[in-house]
């Protein structure tokens, strides 16, 4: 396999792959660190979504937070990390739902999802921001404003909407 591409967020590899049958097929794969995907709820029940700019789809899009997972970081302590940095509070709770890959036919992404809650202020020295591409807008919604907000279009992140169905 051979790198033909290298980014800030994934990487391409293409060549030739030996399959468990015995034969061989040129492939291409899009290599991506795992990711995280929150489902934040406060006290009384609501979510926390937020919206942010999508320059794959030119548009805001409503979602659930979430971001890769870096290299040497587990998964509970990026996902403390995004909750942080994308709706500025620090999550107390923390239950790993499962991971799944959302497009295993080209790419190698593991989302993992995680229910959070007890959501507190970060501390005053804390270095966690949005990163520089991003500019965030938290809502809180109740569980069935946001499914309709996946009926009538609004949200149209499928991490998002499947989320909603694990709640």
Not at 44 to 50: A, L, T
Not at 91 to 119: Q, V
Request: glycine share 6%; with cysteine; aromatic share 8%.
């Amino acid at each position: 396999m051979k790198t033909v591409y290298e980014g800030r967020v994934f990487s391409v590899e293409t060549g030739e792959h030996r399959f468990p049958n015995g034969r061989t097929h040129r492939v291409e794969i899009v290599r991506h660190a795992p990711s995280v995907v929150l489902i934040p709820f406060e006290a009384d029940g609501r979510v926390v979504i937020i919206s942010q700019y999508r320059a794959p789809l030119d548009r805001t899009t409503w979602e659930f937070p979430a971001g890769r997972v870096n290299s040497g970081e587990s998964a509970e302590d990026a996902a403390r990390r995004e909750c942080e940095e994308e709706i500025g509070r620090v999550p107390h709770r923390l239950e790993r739902i499962r991971g799944l890959y959302p497009a295993p036919g080209f790419c190698d992404e593991e989302l993992i999802f995680f229910r959070i809650s007890d959501l507190r202020p970060p501390s005053s020295g804390s270095l966690h921001r949005p990163d520089e591409d991003e500019d965030i807008e938290a809502r809180v919604v109740t569980v069935a404003d946001a499914r309709a907000m996946v009926e009538r279009g609004e949200i149209v992140d499928l991490k998002t909407a499947y989320a909603l169905m694990l709640i």
